[in-house]
């Protein structure tokens, strides 16, 4: 969900909030952005991504584990707008994304690690609702995810209204 905060004054009133430890670059036309976490792991395969967007997202932030490659693009363009039509609030991927042209004019907030042009294998592999680390950090599904340019917070208590 599109939202107004920062996260600096979040993780100040909130010492048992957690920052995600990475340079995270914005790649959404959203960039303050929160919601529930659900939790993917994933390699390289983006089969688990593509089924998840395809659901309703009820405002619900994605978060991935790509196990931090740069080598395969876990979000695309089509994903990206299947994520947008289907109410997911964004995408925190610890991995990469293709199309980021087409990603920045989405009504939609994603953070990832970088981009790389190529396509990941489908060979249905991946895991979700399992704990997840990202940056020193464990997510679990449930989790409340914030998010604007300064970086990715983590809380199991909500910080303010979703």
Same mark, same amino acid.
């Given at each position: 969900? *599109?939202?107004?905060?920062?996260?600096?004054?979040?993780?100040?009133?909130?010492?048992?909030?957690?920052?995600?430890?990475?340079?995270?670059?914005?790649?959404?036309?959203?960039? &303050?952005?929160?919601?529930?976490?659900?939790?993917?792991? &994933?390699? %390289? #395969?983006?089969?688990?991504?593509?089924?998840?967007?395809?659901?309703?997202?009820?405002?619900?932030?994605?978060?991935?584990?790509?196990? &931090? *490659?740069?080598?395969?693009?876990?979000?695309?363009?089509?994903?990206?707008?299947?994520?947008?039509?289907?109410?997911?609030?964004?995408?925190?991927?610890?991995?990469?994304?293709?199309?980021?042209?087409?990603?920045?004019?989405? #009504?939609?907030?994603?953070?990832?690690?970088?981009?790389?042009?190529?396509?990941?294998?489908?060979?249905?592999?991946?895991?979700?609702?399992?704990?997840?680390?990202?940056?020193?950090?464990?997510?679990?599904?449930?989790?409340?995810?914030?998010?604007?340019?300064?970086?990715?917070?983590?809380?199991? %208590?909500?910080?303010?209204?979703?």
């Amino acid at each position: 969900m *599109s939202a107004v905060f920062s996260t600096p004054d979040l993780a100040d009133g909130a010492p048992e909030a957690r920052a995600l430890l990475h340079s995270w670059q914005d790649f959404g036309a959203v960039r &303050c952005f929160s919601g529930v976490a659900l939790t993917v792991k &994933c390699f %390289e #395969d983006n089969s688990l991504v593509k089924e998840l967007v395809q659901q309703q997202g009820d405002g619900r932030i994605l978060v991935v584990d790509g196990g &931090c *490659s740069l080598r395969r693009a876990l979000l695309g363009d089509q994903l990206a707008a299947k994520a947008v039509e289907n109410g997911w609030s964004g995408l925190v991927i610890a991995g990469a994304v293709r199309d980021v042209e087409i990603l920045e004019t989405l #009504d939609l907030g994603v953070k990832a690690l970088g981009a790389c042009p190529q396509k990941t294998d489908k060979r249905g592999e991946g895991q979700r609702d399992i704990p997840v680390e990202i940056g020193g950090t464990t997510v679990r599904s449930g989790d409340y995810i914030y998010a604007d340019r300064n970086g990715v917070l983590v809380s199991s %208590e909500a910080l303010q209204p979703l």
